[in-house]
């Protein structure tokens, strides 16, 4: 299995526009967010956990060319953004591409998108073909077995996803302020975990740096990762503080599971 951090960003992005703090204004270029998304692979099929606003530029950058399945956590603007150029991989290869997500966040992907699953055509308009899919168990996406896993993230639905292929076992919940206790029992034994942690202060519905690392520590992956992390959170300086096994993640940053 094959992971790629797309973007590891909170939902405005890392540089924040208008901001000179010295996070915005750093030269190191970890220091540089996208929203956050992760491309998975495994075993020649390949899919996305969320289109965000910059899903566009970060299927440029990485030159990916082929998508089975896209994976949505909720429905938040950071997260979304981004569907309509999935019609690109509908054109590329000539397939309606699945799109995965709960009940209350399908209800709202189908609002806010309603132009694409509506049956009233109008000749020549370029629309996405999507086959709208609720998920209510585990599901198979080619080699890669997914569960979606719901997490406390404010008042709307959110899950978190666990990804199984070829006997390795990955945890990806970029939008968290609180996992159950069902939950962290789910994510035991996996080989990589990647969690939220916004920012070191409090906020009303991510984790803190803090309460991330103490959550991971109980999940207690083989290799963790922070993410969907805002301006105030140098990458160097977060990762000083961190203990063994857990590092800050960045965009770009590639996990090989043999
Ligand atoms: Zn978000
Ligand atoms: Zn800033
Ligand atoms: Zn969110």
């Given amino acids: 299995m094959k992971l790629l951090f797309l973007g590891t960003g909170t939902s405005v992005g ?17 220091n540089r967010r996208l929203r956050s998304s992760l491309y998975v692979e495994a075993g020649g099929t390949a899919l996305v956990v969320d289109t965000g606003p910059d899903f566009r530029e970060q ?6 060319r082929r998508l089975d399945a896209v994976c949505f ?53 370029y629309r996405p073909r999507i086959d709208f899919r609720v998920i209510r168990e585990p599901f198979q996406v080619g080699a890669i077995r997914v569960t979606a896993c719901p997490v406390d993230h404010g008042p709307k639905p959110t899950v978190g996803y666990r990804f199984e292929a070829g006997g390795r076992r990955v945890g990806y919940f970029p939008d968290c302020l609180r996992m159950d206790a069902a939950t962290v029992r789910q994510l035991q034994g996996l080989d990589i975990m990647i969690l939220d942690a916004l920012r070191h202060r409090p906020h009303s519905t991510h984790l803190t740096v803090a309460d991330s690392v103490a959550l991971l520590q109980s999940i207690g992956a083989r290799q963790s990762y922070l993410v969907h992390l805002c301006h ?18 960045h965009d770009g940053l590639v996990c090989n599971l043999q």
């Fill in 59 to 64: 299927m440029l950058r990485h030159h990916i």
């Fill in 73 to 125: 956590t909720h429905s938040h603007a950071d997260h979304v953004f981004g569907f309509d150029d999935i019609r690109r991989f509908n054109t590329i290869q000539d397939a309606i591409i699945p799109a995965y997500a709960v009940p209350g966040t399908m209800d709202d992907l189908m609002r806010i998108f309603d132009y694409v699953h509506r049956g009233d055509p109008v000749p020549g308009v």
């Fill in 14 to 30: 890392v540089p924040v526009i208008g901001c000179d703090c010295p996070v915005c204004v750093s030269p190191d270029p970890r």
């Fill in 232 to 249: 105030e959170l140098d990458h160097a300086a977060t990762q000083t503080g961190l203990p063994p096994g857990i590092d800050v993640s």
